[in-house]
């Protein structure tokens, strides 16, 4: 029975997975970020690692999450499972933490770092599915908005927790992972506990969804286009660190850019959401992609510490505008049976086309100027909204129907 009311009815129309899903990832991510920032320092100032080492760590660990995320979505559609394999997902990452913390060469650190991603790949899909399934249609994107923002506040959380205790313990890196485990297993007592899933009913073999897009029509596929054009754009957030330093921002105060950043995006989910539940998830997500052209185009000719730290705050609100209102928008145009199957196949797409994203931005950065870098990722924001307008116009002489979408 879903809940019909709750804080300024703001929690209408889903029911408490949802809430205590925001909690997981609260966590979790709270973990995680007392864990990721000090990776790299970790193996160059500890273990005396090169770059191209810890290059080549994060390569492969963010790869790892981004193709496992459709094969999860895949499994969990085929299973009719959601809980197990985000408890297993959320517990893979949690395992990670104890050999971070007892590492003692840069081969641990890769075992550790690809077990933490290998976990996200597997628990991000039937997230995304148990979040779509446990509210109401109308009330999609600000479901997905509150999801973001617990998120990102476990974001700001766990780097202030992680720097508070390298102050009080003289850079004790190897405490802060053993610490961290701590909240993580909160995350695994909360999904074990208290995340609900519907039985179903056990579908035939021959019947069971196979891992192809012919389950999904024009909307998805052309939605997917859509994302994968603007990510190409849409590289590292090291090069806006990079930039803020190149117009002046002392290294000190970076992390503190970064916090603001992150605190407006946490703060402007929950109110983009609930715009976009009244006033449609697309006018949010586009507002989102004219945002971003601007935000960027903004880096690309200021120089200007002041114009940084105010462009850094509107790409929180940017932040805001795009992330959960696109997995909303998604669950409304893919079928029942295969939605997490939809939200692993978008997100592996979008995660590896942020590969080549940075490839190029770092390219532009080294070969032509900072400011191609941000040329072209402005340049790439406003083709996707133009495919996008595109995209809404083409939908209006298609409208999907209740009975419509039940035949995709």
């Given at each position: 029975m879903q809940?019909?009311?709750?804080?300024?009815?703001?929690?209408r129309?889903?029911?408490?997975?949802?809430v205590?899903?925001?909690?997981?990832?609260?966590?979790m991510?709270?973990?995680?970020?007392?864990?990721?920032?000090?990776?790299?320092l970790?193996?160059?100032?500890?273990?005396g690692a090169?770059?191209a080492?810890?290059?080549l760590?994060?390569g492969?660990a963010?790869?790892?999450?981004?193709?496992?995320?459709v094969?999860?979505?895949?499994l969990?559609?085929?299973?009719?499972?959601?809980?197990?394999?985000?408890?297993?997902?959320?517990?893979?990452?949690?395992?990670?933490?104890?050999?971070?913390?007892?590492?003692?060469?840069?081969h641990?650190?890769?075992?550790?770092?690809?077990?933490?991603?290998?976990?996200?790949g597997?628990?991000?899909a039937?997230?995304?599915?148990?979040?779509?399934?446990?509210t109401?249609?109308?009330?999609?994107?600000?479901?997905?908005s509150?999801?973001r923002?617990?998120?990102?506040m476990?974001?700001?959380?766990?780097?202030?927790?992680?720097?508070?205790?390298?102050?009080?313990?003289?850079?004790?890196?190897r405490?802060?992972?053993?610490?961290?485990?701590i909240?993580?297993?909160?995350?695994?007592?909360?999904?074990?506990f208290?995340i609900?899933?519907?039985?179903?009913?056990?579908?035939?073999?021959?019947?069971?969804?196979?891992?192809t897009?012919?389950?999904?029509?024009w909307?998805f596929?052309?939605?997917?286009?859509?994302?994968?054009?603007?990510?190409f754009g849409n590289?590292?957030?090291?090069?806006?660190?990079?930039?803020?330093?190149?117009?002046?921002?002392k290294?000190?105060?970076i992390?503190?850019?970064?916090?603001?950043?992150?605190?407006?995006?946490?703060f402007?989910?929950?109110?983009?959401?609930?715009?976009?539940?009244?006033?449609?998830?697309?006018?949010?997500?586009?507002?989102?992609?004219?945002?971003?052209?601007?935000v960027?185009?903004?880096?690309?000719?200021?120089?200007?510490?002041?114009?940084?730290?105010?462009?850094f705050?509107?790409?929180?609100?940017?932040?805001?505008?795009?992330?959960?209102?696109?997995?909303?928008y998604?669950a409304?145009?893919?079928?029942?049976?295969?939605?997490?199957?939809?939200?692993?196949?978008?997100n592996?797409?979008?995660?590896?086309?942020?590969?080549?994203?940075?490839?190029?931005g770092?390219?532009?950065?080294?070969?032509?100027?900072?400011?191609?870098?941000f040329?072209?990722?402005?340049?790439?924001?406003?083709v996707?909204?133009?495919?996008?307008?595109?995209?809404?116009?083409?939908?209006?002489?298609?409208?999907?129907?209740?009975?419509?979408a039940?035949?995709?």
């Amino acid at each position: 029975m879903q809940e019909k009311r709750g804080l300024f009815g703001f929690t209408r129309g889903f029911n408490k997975n949802v809430v205590i899903t925001g909690l997981v990832s609260f966590f979790m991510d709270a973990s995680s970020e007392m864990v990721y920032p000090l990776a790299p320092l970790f193996l160059a100032n500890v273990l005396g690692a090169d770059k191209a080492i810890i290059g080549l760590i994060e390569g492969i660990a963010e790869s790892t999450a981004s193709i496992l995320k459709v094969f999860s979505g895949w499994l969990s559609d085929r299973i009719g499972s959601r809980k197990w394999l985000m408890a297993t997902g959320y517990s893979l990452a949690v395992l990670s933490r104890p050999i971070m913390a007892i590492s003692g060469s840069w081969h641990e650190v890769l075992a550790s770092r690809f077990i933490d991603r290998l976990g996200k790949g597997v628990r991000t899909a039937p997230r995304d599915a148990i979040l779509a399934e446990s509210t109401e249609a109308a009330y999609l994107a600000r479901a997905f908005s509150l999801h973001r923002s617990m998120d990102t506040m476990g974001a700001v959380a766990g780097p202030l927790a992680a720097f508070s205790i390298l102050g009080l313990f003289q850079n004790n890196y190897r405490l802060v992972f053993w610490i961290s485990i701590i909240p993580g297993v909160i995350a695994v007592l909360l999904i074990v506990f208290f995340i609900t899933e519907k039985k179903k009913a056990k579908t035939p073999a021959a019947e069971r969804p196979c891992l192809t897009l012919r389950h999904f029509n024009w909307r998805f596929r052309l939605f997917i286009v859509i994302a994968v054009i603007f990510a190409f754009g849409n590289s590292s957030d090291a090069f806006l660190i990079l930039k803020a330093q190149q117009a002046g921002i002392k290294p000190t105060l970076i992390p503190i850019v970064y916090l603001i950043f992150n605190l407006i995006y946490a703060f402007s989910a929950i109110p983009a959401g609930m715009a976009a539940d009244r006033f449609g998830k697309k006018r949010i997500i586009l507002l989102g992609l004219i945002l971003f052209a601007f935000v960027y185009y903004g880096f690309a000719v200021t120089g200007d510490a002041r114009v940084v730290w105010l462009l850094f705050a509107l790409y929180g609100i940017f932040m805001g505008l795009t992330e959960g209102i696109q997995k909303a928008y998604l669950a409304t145009i893919i079928p029942q049976d295969f939605k997490a199957t939809a939200f692993g196949v978008y997100n592996t797409v979008v995660g590896l086309a942020m590969l080549p994203a940075s490839i190029i931005g770092g390219w532009l950065w080294d070969h032509v100027s900072s400011s191609a870098t941000f040329y072209f990722g402005s340049a790439m924001a406003a083709v996707s909204a133009a495919l996008f307008v595109a995209f809404i116009l083409t939908e209006k002489g298609h409208p999907v129907t209740e009975s419509s979408a039940s035949k995709i």
